[in-house]
């Protein structure tokens, strides 16, 4: 059975920063990108960060490049997201999805209501506030 769990959530500061884990289990994890994203009180899901794991590929949405990292520890299997310089607009439920194909496509699909991504976990709360 393929799980993601993901883990590093809870509350942070203004300016703080969080680590966030996705630790994947029962995939061939070299197969696979695993992508960030975030979904905020009322609104739509929005997509982060891919890494694509064979190669280590990054994307990131234009507004998070600066003050996020995604990295990836083949290992143990587990995909990271810090998080630095964090605002209050950085809150919300962040969820990891794997998927089989690049990154470079990947990113292209993150607000396609359509697009049937291989696996998900079932999110982390991430809150930040004074």
């Known amino acids: 059975e393929v799980q993601l769990v993901e883990s590093g959530g809870g509350l942070a500061q203004p300016g703080g920063s969080l680590r966030l884990s996705c630790a994947t289990s029962?995939?061939?994890?070299?197969?696979?990108?695993i992508n960030w994203f975030r979904q905020a009180p009322g609104k739509e899901r929005d997509g982060l960060a891919c890494?694509?794991?064979?190669?280590?590929?990054?994307y990131y949405k234009d507004d998070t490049q600066d003050r996020y990292i995604i990295s990836r520890d083949g290992g143990n299997s587990v995909v990271y997201l810090q998080m630095n310089s964090l605002k209050p607009e950085d809150t919300g439920v962040y969820y990891c999805?794997?998927?089989?194909?690049?990154?470079?496509?990947?990113?292209?699909?993150?607000?396609?209501?359509?697009?049937?991504?291989?696996?998900w976990g079932k999110g982390t709360l991430v809150t930040v506030s004074s």
């Open positions: 890494i694509t794991i064979s190669d280590g590929s990054t």
């Open positions: 029962g995939l061939r994890f070299d197969d696979y990108s």
């Open positions: 999805a794997a998927d089989r194909a690049h990154c470079e496509i990947l990113h292209s699909q993150w607000q396609s209501p359509t697009y049937r991504w291989d696996y």
